[in-house]
């Protein structure tokens, strides 16, 4: 379909279901085994009027965020940008309904885009790194904006140096970390190398544990009930079975107990 939304979901009787929002003729190649029943109803706004609709449709269907691909992968080698003004547009629509808005930057470009168009939050550090520097960085600081690493993502690419670096400097110029893995599209579940890359970009105990829980209370600004355990508060608790702060990052994985609202929802097997 060459990426084009068919004209079938260009009326109101009949749009896309719920997604985020990429480019025109740009729906990554890694979507590309999608049935094309599927990838159709992708959207992909070709003007900013599209654009607002689809945000203004999936606060309709009760979605908390809204996700624009302003860097798409076409291919391993072959980013596409979402144009300036559909992400100001989107963005500005998102804000007026109270929503965050998360940007898939993939590479500098990706990011400038995000910056210029009021993004919130980057959901992936850049996994093409040429053109960074540090007014970039300082840039993405004064503009408040969050990054979620998912270094996991990276970890096999050859520039994974130099994305630690980046979130490293980010965060010591005052930028906010969230943690994330991009689980579900890695599909091995397993979130310890998330824990080692965050500990070789010299991030500490207290750095990860505020990314997973304080500091993205604070974003979604549910701190008065979340993030930390207080009277009142949700009751969500997640019980260790090795203490982080003796020991390595990685013993954040080795979850024993996942209680919320007060109720345990997961408890490990004994270790043999």
Known sequence: MGGQVPRKYRNNDQRPRRSALYPPHGIPYYLDDLPESVKATLPQPSNVAAAIK????????????????????????HIVHMPLEFARAAASEGHQHGQLVFAHPSDIEGIRISIDSGVD????????????????????????????????????????????????????????????????????????????????????????????????????KVSSHAGSLKVGGDGDLTVLTADPAAGELQNFSRVLYTVRAGRVLFEAKPYK
């Open 54 to 77: 689809t945000v203004q449709h999936n606060v309709a269907l009760g979605t908390d965020i809204v996700k624009l691909f302003t860097g798409s992968y076409l291919s391993p080698d």
């Open 121 to 220: 939050v980057l959901a992936h550090a850049p996994s093409e790194t040429r053109g960074a520097n540090n007014a970039l960085i300082n840039e993405m600081v004064r503009h408040n904006m969050a990054m979620i690493p998912t270094l996991k993502l990276f970890s096999e690419s050859n520039q994974i140096a130099r994305i630690r670096q980046i979130v490293a400097q980010f965060y010591g110029e005052g930028g906010t970390l969230l943690f994330g893995t991009d689980t579900g599209f890695l599909t091995d579940y397993d979130v310890t190398e998330e824990y080692h890359q965050l500990a070789l970009a010299n991030l500490s105990f207290q750095d990860v544990l505020a990314m997973l829980t304080t500091n993205p209370a604070a974003e979604f």
